[in-house]
T-cell receptor, first 115, second 115 residues
Framework: SQQGEEDPQALSIQEGENATMNCSYK?????LQWYRQNSGRGLVHLIL?????REKHSGRLRVTLDTSKKSSSLLITASRAADTASYFC???????????????FGTGTLLAVQP | ETGVTQTPRHLVMGMTNKKSLKCEQH?????MYWYKQSAKKPLELMFV???????ENNSVPSRFSPECPNSSHLFLHLHTLQPEDSALYLC??????????????FGQGTRLTVV
């Protein structure tokens, strides 16, 4: 079942600009993760934020989490053409018995960075 | 290179064929997953294996049959598929599904086309 929904579905920006993507989810979570996928290839893990964390940084990436609103955002600063990809949020569902690391993915945001 | 290898990368099969997708991970992980990615749809979790036991089957049609002979290998056996089964099939692994806050590592996927 779908958990996360990313917004916007597609985003086009110029190189050097910042890109912000949002994710909303429905149930209680253990953590929220962001992944990147280049066209037709596998997903690559970017960053994980725990449910008791509010903000996390990794290089040019900044992730926020608001559990009261059940939402997260991914900010990519000083974007590059190589950042062009689809970005997905995924939640590890607390309510799911057993496999607590079962990840449920959203529909993704397609980011295009124009050189 | 994520440490998760899928073969073949591309597969075209007829509706009456039988084929198998293979996934191998070299990360020492205990959990492996099959996901299906169709155009404009969220990733769908198909099967989860923990310590070689199937712990989750998300109501996948019986024409898809998983096999996990050991913690490093995962197969997806396909038979009498339908054209709507054409998709990118992604394998992933994680350290331990019962431990929270761990990321998933994905293979590059098998692009399956059913004709």
């Amino acid at each position: 079942s779908q958990q996360g929904e990313e917004d916007p579905q597609a985003l086009s920006i110029q190189e050097g600009e910042n890109a912000t993507m949002n994710c909303s989810y429905k149930t209680s979570i253990n953590n929220l993760q962001w992944y990147r996928q280049n066209s037709g290839r596998g997903l690559v893990h970017l960053i994980l934020i725990r449910s008791n964390e509010r903000e996390k940084h990794s290089g040019r990436l900044r992730v926020t989490l608001d559990t009261s609103k059940k939402s997260s955002s991914l900010l990519i600063t000083a974007s590059r053409a190589a950042d062009t990809a689809s970005y997905f949020c995924a939640t590890a569902d607390l309510d799911y018995g057993g496999a607590t690391n079962k990840l449920i993915f959203g529909t993704g945001t397609l980011l295009a960075v124009q050189p | 290179e994520t440490g998760v290898t899928q073969t073949p990368r591309h597969l075209v099969m007829g509706m009456t064929n039988k084929k198998s997708l293979k996934c191998e991970q070299h990360l020492g992980h205990n959990a492996m997953y099959w996901y299906k990615q169709s155009a404009k749809k969220p990733l769908e979790l198909m099967f989860v294996y923990s310590l070689e036991e199937r712990v989750e089957n998300n109501s996948v049609p019986s024409r898809f049959s998983p096999e996990c002979p050991n913690s490093s290998h995962l197969f997806l056996h396909l038979h009498t598929l339908q054209p709507e089964d054409s998709a990118l099939y992604l394998c992933a692994s994680s350290q331990d599904p019962d431990r929270s806050n761990t990321e998933a590592f994905f293979g590059q996927g098998t692009r399956l086309t059913v004709v």
